[in-house]
């Protein structure tokens, strides 16, 4: 990868954020964690970002106003969203809201990295 592409995780468990970054950044990618959406939006203000990965449910702003307020400021950025509380309506939300992707948590890094490479049209 020549040109580092930068990845914004929310999510409020630490775990999940620090597993994440630790992975990604091994692929090469610029990768800033937070626990709640409302610095993450922000930090968008100042800093361009290539994709965001989002928890759905977290307090204050949620993974769906994440999603709202990113596709409409910035509709270059895919938008992946996970989340401990998937169901066929969450999906579908997000589908309409347009999310580049949907996973359950525990998320499978390997699903995710696939997903994220997907979203920047980088060759598997």
């Known amino acids: 990868m020549n040109t580092p592409y930068r990845i914004m995780i929310i999510d409020d ?67 992946i969203m996970i989340t401990a509380f998937a169901n066929l309506d969450t999906a579908i939300e997000a589908l309409r809201g347009d999310v580049h992707d949907f996973f359950p948590k525990p998320v499978k890094i390997k699903e995710l990295k696939a997903s994220i490479r997907k979203a920047l049209n980088i060759p598997a």
């Open 13 to 79: 468990e630490k775990i999940v954020g620090d597993m994440a970054k630790l992975s990604l950044e091994q692929e090469g990618y610029e990768v800033e964690t937070f626990l709640n959406a409302a610095p993450a939006l922000e930090r968008l203000q100042t800093l361009p970002f290539d994709v965001v990965v989002t928890d759905y449910k977290m307090k204050g702003i949620d993974g769906m106003e994440v999603l709202t307020t990113v596709k409409r400021l910035y509709p270059q950025i895919k938008v």
